[in-house]
């Protein structure tokens, strides 16, 4: 073997692929990120509990601590009863905007998803025509020669 030909077989085995980089670690990068999704939504889902669990005690103790005091005033059942009326309004407004938010969020992530599927489908066909090109800029450039 000599000088000439030893030199092509390193520089074909430390060849190194610009697209090739750029994918590979592309993929791996994205990967890592797939990776962490499911611990990423346990967490929240985690620290999102634990802040409703906390609401849910505190007024579970508030209720503890001050059903003595307020039986002790004997309220008359008809202002309890509007009482209750005014809660069960605002409870039904906060579930009516919990289910709006979730369906305005569902709906933003599914836009989200179909704007990303139709940038990659348009990429896509851009790489194909500039394979294209590249395809026929060679021929061209090879006919030349």
Known sequence: MNK???A???NSQNHISFCDLMKNDTSEVVRKFESQIPSFAQNYSDLYAAYLHMFDNFFGTC???EKEFFDKLNMDQKILLEIKK???LVKKNYFEG???STKIFDFFIKTRVSAIISVDNYIHEMMELYAKFLSQFNKYNNLRK
């Open 4 to 6: 000439k030909d030893g």
């Open 86 to 88: 005014n809660s069960e």
């Open 8 to 10: 092509n077989q390193i």
């Open 98 to 100: 919990i289910d709006s």
């Open 63 to 65: 209720y503890i601590s």
